[in-house]
């Protein structure tokens, strides 16, 4: 295993670039944003604009890429995109990931971020969704049969998060090219006691194929309960190293199904310190995971 981080996170800690951050940090992996347009827009996420990536529309650009990665010496490990399959316009999602995929070969990342339905409607089922989302996945690899890209659905959000969702999907969509980005922060985000989190990572832990690594904190009398799902956060987010996770059991739990990947940082609790003060953390963070990697 590896230690990689989200390019957003880079850029919100106050890093001028990609390049000079990941070498600050002293790590060479990275996961990487695209949008639809495949291009170097602005990104908002945890109320903050940033602006990413590189431009990756043309073969020459993808090229580019390329050289440019190997000139400074870093490499996206995986391809995170901001799909959702509760788009009405649902053709526009599978484009999407479909473009996704045949950049994803040209510039050598073996795997994508992939979320669920986000928008939900109170009157459909887990059920619904469920069937809908193994669907479409099911069309997309037979669609790209040519690409070996993983597609790795993250539990995000009220459907992803739901064990009959991922057990009906693991059921269902019999390929190698399937697979889970493991966020350790939403299992827990989602309401499930602590030690149901930790339960539920060891039982996909043979699914995943990329991660989100994040950890929240909650009071003694909230740890072990049911919670309403996203119950105090992002006030509930803490650095890596200071959580309710334990990410000596997590990292465990994945040695023993054989994973091998990226150990990505997403640190969503950095919005809580102030800014001279995030750097450091995220520091803290890469060097929190290395050890535990190494033990």
């Not at 695209?34 to 291009?39: A, D, E, I, Q, R």
């Not at 995109?81 to 649902?90: M, Y």
Request: contains cysteine; glycine residues 6%; neutral net charge.
């Amino acid at each position: 295993m590896f230690v990689s981080v989200r390019d957003f996170t880079v850029i919100w800690v106050g890093y001028k670039n990609l390049a000079e951050g990941l070498k600050e940090l002293g790590i060479d992996k990275y996961e990487m944003h695209v949008n639809k347009k495949l291009s170097q827009d602005t990104y908002v996420d945890m109320g903050q604009e940033v602006k990413l990536g590189f431009n990756l529309r043309t073969p020459e650009e993808r090229k580019n890429f390329v050289k440019f990665s190997e000139s400074v010496g870093i490499e996206p490990c995986a391809i995170l995109l901001e799909n959702d399959f509760s788009n009405d316009n649902l053709k526009e999602e599978i484009s999407y990931i479909k473009e996704a995929t045949q950049l994803a070969d040209d510039i050598g990342v073996k795997v994508i971020r992939i979320n669920p339905h986000m928008n939900i409607k109170k009157d459909r089922s887990v059920e619904f969704y469920s069937k809908q989302f193994v669907e479409i996945l099911t069309s997309i690899i037979e669609e790209t049969n040519n690409s070996s890209v993983v597609y790795a659905v993250e539990n995000h959000g009220y459907i992803g998060n739901n064990e009959q969702f991922l057990d009906y999907a693991f059921k269902e969509i019999n390929s190698t090219r399937f697979g889970l980005t493991l966020d350790t922060g939403n299992f827990y985000w989602y309401g499930y006691p602590l030690s149901k989190v930790h339960q539920i990572i060891g039982k996909y832990a043979r699914f995943v194929r990329h991660t989100h690594l994040k950890n929240l904190k909650y009071p003694e009398n909230k740890k072990e309960v049911q919670r309403k799902p996203g119950e105090g956060f992002p006030k509930v987010g803490v650095p890596l190293y200071e959580g309710d996770i334990d990410f000596k059991k997590v990292v465990q739990l994945l040695k023993e199904a054989n994973y091998n990947g990226d150990l990505t940082i997403e640190d969503e609790s950095l919005g809580n310190y102030k800014r001279n003060e995030r750097k450091e953390i995220l520091k803290k963070d890469v060097e929190f995971i290395k050890n535990l990697i190494h033990k």
